[in-house]
């Protein structure tokens, strides 16, 4: 089945949207949920099985409302010619004119064997290495690509790739063969979107003094995942340490051993936490130089690359996955400057492409700099060498 389904067909617009599966996913995990907290009801004279259900109807709540905000839209305009992707948040927007997209393009990756899978490949026909899924992307010209749809169906992608190709007028780019048509490196092209001053309203993304900055929080869901965690292990070592005094013939090593046990991951889970209200990123353009610094109690990294080193900005973002603002370098190799989780993150898919936006601004000041600098400097020894 495949992940996506057109929601709206026009001359003009070509709406697509999140498929039956993920809506249903969605109502299910909502329904076991709801379940679980008439059940927290039905055995409130059970303390410990009450508690059980209220945490699990919670934890179900969160992952239903981190799939509910991955239900990002396309919209594409052939009379505007532009990819409108619009999220569930008002900084998970974008714009991409069709002269940034090099091809509509359709390839396949091997996904992992699932435990149903290891199970079954002694079937015929089998591959024992997993289950190919195939992916329709619009490929940039930078190098980077926007999902649009997968499935494990070829036919499922082929008709949304045929339509979208006849209406865009866009070359397409079939790698299922094994061939690659993608950009290489080399000919990466630097996007001509030049966003506005400042992110959106609603974005984590802070313009101040010339830096850009943003928070290095897993977003609300999970932080509330990891408290409950946290209160659960604090209550549960409460609870084993009350019972152990209680008891005239307790073992004290074992008490020891489960309170550090419990220790040893409420340590973990608070710096977790610390690192999620504390952390922030931070990337600033200066002096030639482009430096991406994040900052956490759990310790800071930072990257410095050359800005004549560096070829293009882009991102990739895949349909439900992880999602990468890079830079790329004159020799081909890449260097991520920003990560997205979608439905997690307070940071979106649309603050990467605001930021590729902006560091792209930022990058052709500095060069147009440093060309001046250059040109001041061969006059000033021109001037010399004219007047010895």
Same mark, same amino acid.
């Given at each position: 089945?495949?992940?996506?389904?057109?929601?709206?067909?026009?001359?003009?617009?070509?709406?697509?949207?999140?498929?039956?599966?993920?809506?249903?996913?969605?109502?299910?995990?909502?329904?076991?949920?709801?379940s679980?907290?008439?059940l927290?009801?039905?055995?409130?004279?059970?303390?410990?099985?009450?508690?059980?259900?209220?945490?699990?109807?919670?934890?179900?709540?969160?992952?239903?409302?981190?799939?509910?905000?991955?239900?990002?839209?396309?919209?594409?305009?052939?009379?505007?010619?532009?990819?409108?992707?619009?999220?569930?948040?008002?900084?998970?927007?974008?714009?991409?004119?069709?002269d940034?997209?090099?091809?509509?393009?359709?390839?396949?990756?091997?996904?992992?064997?699932?435990?149903?899978?290891?199970?079954?490949?002694?079937?015929?026909?089998?591959?024992?290495?997993?289950?190919?899924?195939f992916?329709?992307?619009?490929?940039?010209?930078?190098?980077?690509?926007?999902?649009?749809?997968?499935?494990?169906?070829?036919?499922?992608?082929r008709?949304?790739?045929?339509i979208?190709?006849?209406?865009?007028?866009?070359?397409?780019?079939?790698?299922?063969?094994?061939?690659?048509?993608?950009?290489?490196?080399?000919?990466?092209?630097?996007?001509?979107?030049?966003?506005?001053?400042?992110?959106?309203?609603?974005?984590?993304l802070?313009?101040?003094?010339?830096?850009?900055?943003?928070?290095?929080?897993?977003?609300?869901?999970?932080?509330?995942?990891?408290?409950?965690?946290?209160?659960?292990?604090?209550?549960?070592?409460?609870?084993?340490?009350?019972?152990?005094?209680?008891?005239?013939?307790?073992?004290?090593?074992?008490?020891?051993?489960?309170?550090?046990?419990?220790?040893?991951?409420? /340590? &973990?889970? !608070?710096?977790?936490?610390?690192?999620?209200? %504390?952390?922030? #990123?931070?990337?600033?353009?200066?002096? @030639? =130089? *482009?430096?991406?610094?994040?900052?956490?109690?759990?310790?800071?990294?930072?990257l410095?690359?050359?800005?004549?080193?560096?070829?293009?900005?882009?991102?990739?973002?895949?349909?439900?996955?992880?999602?990468?603002?890079?830079?790329?370098?004159?020799?081909?190799?890449?260097? /991520? &400057?920003? !990560?997205?989780?979608?439905?997690?993150?307070? %940071?979106?898919? #649309?603050?990467?492409?605001?930021?590729? @936006? =902006? *560091?792209?601004?930022?990058?052709?000041?500095?060069?147009?700099?440093?060309g001046?600098?250059v040109?001041?400097?061969?006059?000033?020894?021109?001037?010399?060498?004219?007047?010895?």
């Amino acid at each position: 089945m495949a992940s996506m389904t057109v929601l709206e067909d026009t001359p003009s617009v070509l709406r697509i949207g999140s498929g039956p599966e993920h809506r249903t996913s969605i109502r299910v995990l909502a329904f076991l949920g709801t379940s679980l907290m008439g059940l927290a009801v039905l055995f409130q004279q059970d303390l410990a099985l009450t508690a059980a259900c209220v945490v699990g109807a919670v934890v179900l709540g969160m992952v239903a409302l981190m799939l509910h905000n991955q239900s990002r839209q396309q919209e594409w305009n052939f009379e505007e010619r532009v990819l409108y992707v619009i999220g569930r948040q008002r900084a998970d927007m974008c714009a991409i004119p069709f002269d940034d997209i090099a091809c509509i393009r359709l390839t396949k990756r091997r996904i992992a064997r699932s435990l149903t899978g290891a199970a079954t490949q002694g079937q015929a026909g089998e591959n024992p290495r997993g289950r190919e899924r195939f992916h329709l992307e619009a490929a940039m010209r930078d190098t980077g690509y926007e999902g649009i749809d997968h499935s494990f169906t070829l036919d499922e992608v082929r008709q949304l790739s045929a339509i979208l190709v006849d209406r865009t007028g866009l070359p397409f780019c079939d790698e299922i063969d094994g061939s690659r048509n993608r950009p290489a490196a080399h000919q990466a092209v630097t996007s001509r979107v030049l966003p506005p001053e400042q992110p959106s309203p609603g974005s984590v993304l802070r313009l101040i003094e010339g830096e850009v900055r943003w928070p290095l929080s897993p977003g609300w869901p999970a932080i509330s995942v990891m408290l409950i965690v946290l209160l659960s292990l604090m209550a549960g070592a409460s609870s084993t340490y009350v019972n152990m005094q209680s008891e005239s013939n307790a073992d004290p090593m074992l008490m020891v051993i489960a309170l550090g046990v419990a220790f040893f991951f409420m /340590v &973990i889970v !608070t710096g977790r936490l610390a690192h999620a209200f %504390l952390g922030r #990123g931070q990337i600033v353009v200066k002096d @030639g =130089v *482009l430096r991406r610094d994040l900052f956490s109690p759990m310790g800071n990294r930072s990257l410095e690359i050359p800005v004549q080193d560096i070829l293009a900005l882009r991102v990739i973002a895949p349909r439900f996955a992880m999602c990468q603002l890079q830079i790329l370098n004159r020799t081909g190799q890449a260097a /991520v &400057i920003a !990560t997205v989780s979608t439905g997690v993150t307070p %940071l979106t898919v #649309g603050d990467l492409y605001w930021l590729r @936006g =902006v *560091l792209n601004r930022k990058l052709q000041l500095q060069q147009t700099v440093q060309g001046d600098k250059v040109r001041h400097d061969v006059h000033d020894s021109n001037s010399g060498s004219s007047a010895g």
